[in-house]
């Protein structure tokens, strides 16, 4: 308006006027969509609507800034010359370029559906030829070394066996420094003297990646130090796992009443799992504690000597686990007083075979007079889950997407006879990625149809908002490409990408369909509103979709801590916002005037 003669204050007001409403209603599509985001569950979507509710505050803050602050400083600094262009040189040029391309597409409007068809084939194929995840994968700098040695394993001889693993770990040279727990872990359970963790922090300046780190140790760990399993986790993914109870990327959880039979199948099962290329640090999931000491009291000697199994097995454990015989008072507390045999006549058999057993007659008897005391494997512990006895085959994944390893181990399903009464479920990470893109899917919907609601207040009418929802599968193309170009997994991450570019989408779409509308009211024919349409809000639509683009990629490249949680959502919307820039511009004119040439001329 400047360049045409207009005075300072008048030109901001018609400018101000001429994009207010187009400007209110692309600002509330994009804040709808996050809306459906608060229906989210889990860990995940705990995270994805905080962000969501921080996008839609943000964009309603800046909506404030466009329509109440920018006109006055547009007043008070923008300044034009006489006879200045409007557009520099090389912009007119692109105008120039764009307005031959959309009126040959105008005159060769077949090319629409072709072009269509081949796109959603292209999307289809990119989709197809994606890993899929759960989270996104991020170097956090430290990771989590879980151990177990053998069944029954002493304190003493635990640590003598993890002085070796510290040994490794300390001749790495990408490893800072670690602690070591034995008989606890970061979970909630208490676990026993053969089981703890290793917190590793990294270097920050090393060369290798987190991954590579932990297939090393992992390596030199199986080949130096035997009699011990080991298990990987990076901290974040550990926590993730104790919160919300499905810590490894893969588990098979079968269900059965046969304890036997559980545990035989979920060991054979492990082994075959172990094989699927990707897998690591497979667990069969059975849990058995070390061996026992069992004294079987033979009730006839037992009589002979007058006394009963009961008053024996009483005995026993009283010199074994000892009895409370007094207290002691110790300022305000009673402290009691337990009495039973050292240590080390409770854990050698002969000793055991020796404890005295007094009869009513007065005399003693070795236990071994009148019991047999035998060593057997220590028992598996026992899981139940929906009532049912349940044991969780899992593993983690090296150097592999979870879509792709999940389809191996549900092929070896598929194959695998199991006992009868015997059932299965995937379970893991892999349940909680299937979740969550369902819910997604739902928020996708729901988003959709709340954009459509809000554009038909904008437009009155269902022809634009249907143009733009036509248009709108289109820049999935864009999204898979990308994703699909820079070998970047389908996970939530990306998915919540694709949702925002809904409302980032349909922005572009309201600036250009709005001016066709006005110019098509103003008498012109349908073909050259477009194209009028087009010329005017070329510039706009440009440089808002250059500054998103600009604005994310730094996201897109991992610059920056924790970037790589964000990274997969970064590359969907700087992909699918380049391709929708351009379907938008040249597509939605296409089926605007596809649709316009059928209906009526619109009231001035």
């Given at each position: 308006h400047l360049s045409h003669g207009e005075s300072q204050s008048m030109?901001?007001?018609?400018?101000?006027?001429?994009?207010?409403?187009?400007?209110?209603?692309?600002?509330?599509?994009?804040?709808?969509?996050?809306?459906?985001?608060?229906?989210?569950?889990?860990?995940?979507?705990?995270?994805?609507?905080?962000?969501?509710?921080?996008?839609?505050?943000?964009?309603?803050?800046?909506?404030?800034?466009?329509?109440?602050?920018?006109?006055?400083?547009?007043?008070?600094?923008?300044?034009?010359?006489?006879?200045?262009?409007?557009?520099?040189?090389?912009?007119?040029?692109?105008?120039?370029?764009?307005?031959?391309?959309?009126?040959?597409?105008?005159?060769?409007?077949?090319?629409?559906?072709?072009?269509?068809?081949?796109?959603?084939?292209?999307?289809?194929?990119?989709?197809n030829n994606l890993e899929t995840g759960f989270m996104p994968t991020m170097d956090e700098g430290a990771f989590i070394l879980d151990y177990t040695t053998r069944p029954g394993t002493s304190l003493a001889e635990s640590d003598r066996i993890l002085k070796n693993v510290e040994a490794i770990l300390h001749d790495t040279p990408e490893v800072a420094g670690y602690s070591r727990r034995t008989g606890t872990e970061l979970g909630f359970a208490?676990?026993?003297?053969?089981?703890?963790?290793?917190?590793?922090?990294?270097?920050?300046?090393?060369?290798?990646?987190?991954?590579?780190?932990?297939?090393?140790?992992?390596?030199?760990?199986?080949?130096?130090?035997?009699?011990?399993?080991?298990?990987?986790?990076?901290?974040?993914?550990?926590?993730?796992?104790?919160?919300?109870?499905?810590?490894?990327?893969?588990?098979?959880?079968?269900?059965?009443?046969?304890?036997?039979?559980?545990?035989?199948?979920?060991?054979?099962?492990?082994?075959?799992?172990?094989?699927?290329?990707?897998?690591?640090?497979?667990?069969?999931?059975?849990?058995?504690?070390?061996?026992?000491?069992?004294?079987?009291?033979?009730?006839?000697?037992?009589?002979?000597?007058?006394?009963?199994?009961?008053?024996?097995?009483?005995?026993?454990?009283?010199?074994?686990?000892?009895?409370?015989?007094?207290?002691?008072?110790?300022?305000?507390?009673?402290?009691?007083?337990?009495?039973?045999?050292?240590?080390a006549y409770r854990g050698d058999k002969s000793q055991l075979e020796s404890i005295p057993i007094r009869s009513p007659s007065g005399f003693t008897l070795p236990l071994s007079a009148l019991a047999t005391i035998e060593s057997v494997p220590g028992t598996t512990e026992v899981n139940r889950e929906d009532q049912r006895r349940m044991v969780g085959v899992n593993a983690n994944l090296a150097g592999r997407g979870l879509g792709s390893a999940i389809g191996d181990v549900q092929k070896i399903m598929d194959r695998t006879k199991l006992p009868a009464g015997m059932t299965y479920v995937l379970a893991g990470q892999y349940r909680s990625q299937q979740e969550s893109f369902r819910n997604l899917v739902s928020v996708l919907g729901l988003a959709i149809l709340l954009v459509f609601a809000v554009m038909m207040f904008q437009f009155g009418s269902f022809t634009a908002p249907l143009v733009i929802l036509l248009v709108m599968p289109l820049s999935l193309f864009g999204v898979t490409l990308a994703l699909w170009w820079t070998?970047?997994?389908?996970?939530?991450?990306?998915?919540?990408?694709?949702?925002?570019?809904?409302?980032?989408?349909?922005?572009?779409?309201?600036?250009l369909l709005d001016q066709a509308q006005k110019a098509e009211a103003d008498g012109m024919p349908v073909e050259e509103a477009v194209v009028r349409a087009g010329r005017v809000r070329l510039r706009p639509i440009l440089m808002t979709t250059l500054t998103a683009i600009l604005g994310l990629i730094p996201l897109a490249l991992g610059i920056g801590a924790g970037a790589e949680m964000q990274q997969p959502l970064a590359i969907a919307?700087?992909?699918?916002?380049?391709?929708?820039?351009?379907?938008?511009?040249?597509f939605a004119p296409l089926l605007y005037v596809a649709f316009r040439s059928r209906q009526a001329p619109l009231a001035p």
């Open positions: 030109a901001v007001q018609m400018a101000a006027s001429e994009i207010a409403a187009p400007m209110i209603s692309s600002t509330l599509t994009t804040v709808v969509v996050f809306l459906p985001l608060v229906l989210l569950s889990g860990v995940a979507g705990a995270f994805f609507t905080a962000l969501a509710v921080t996008l839609a505050l943000a964009l309603m803050v800046s909506l404030v800034l466009a329509l109440l602050v920018s006109p006055s400083l547009c007043a008070a600094f923008l300044r034009t010359r006489p006879g200045q262009r409007e557009h520099g040189r090389l912009f007119e040029r692109l105008i120039g370029v764009y307005e031959k391309t959309l009126r040959l597409a105008l005159r060769f409007r077949w090319i629409l559906p072709v072009t269509a068809v081949v796109l959603i084939a292209c999307t289809v194929y990119f989709a208490i676990t026993e003297a053969n089981r703890g963790d290793f917190a590793v922090m990294l270097k920050q300046d090393r060369k290798k990646r987190i991954e590579d780190v932990m297939d090393d140790v992992r390596t030199r760990i199986t080949a130096q130090v035997p009699g011990i399993d080991i298990d990987f986790s990076e901290v974040l993914q550990d926590l993730i796992g104790d919160l919300s109870g499905d810590p490894k990327p893969i588990e098979v959880k079968l269900f059965s009443e046969n304890q036997v039979q559980l545990n035989e199948t979920a060991k054979s099962l492990a082994d075959e799992i172990a094989k699927v290329k990707g897998t690591a640090d497979v667990k069969s999931g059975v849990i058995e504690s070390g061996p026992e000491l069992i004294a079987r009291i033979d009730a006839t000697k037992a009589g002979r000597a007058g006394l009963s199994p009961d008053v024996i097995s009483d005995q026993a454990n009283a010199a074994l686990f000892g009895d409370v015989v007094t207290q002691f008072l110790q300022g305000d507390r009673l402290i009691p007083v337990r009495v039973r045999y050292p240590a070998r970047t997994p389908i996970n939530v991450s990306s998915l919540m990408g694709a949702v925002m570019l809904v409302g980032i989408v349909v922005k572009n779409g309201i600036l919307v700087v992909g699918g916002l380049t391709f929708s820039t351009l379907f938008t511009l040249v």
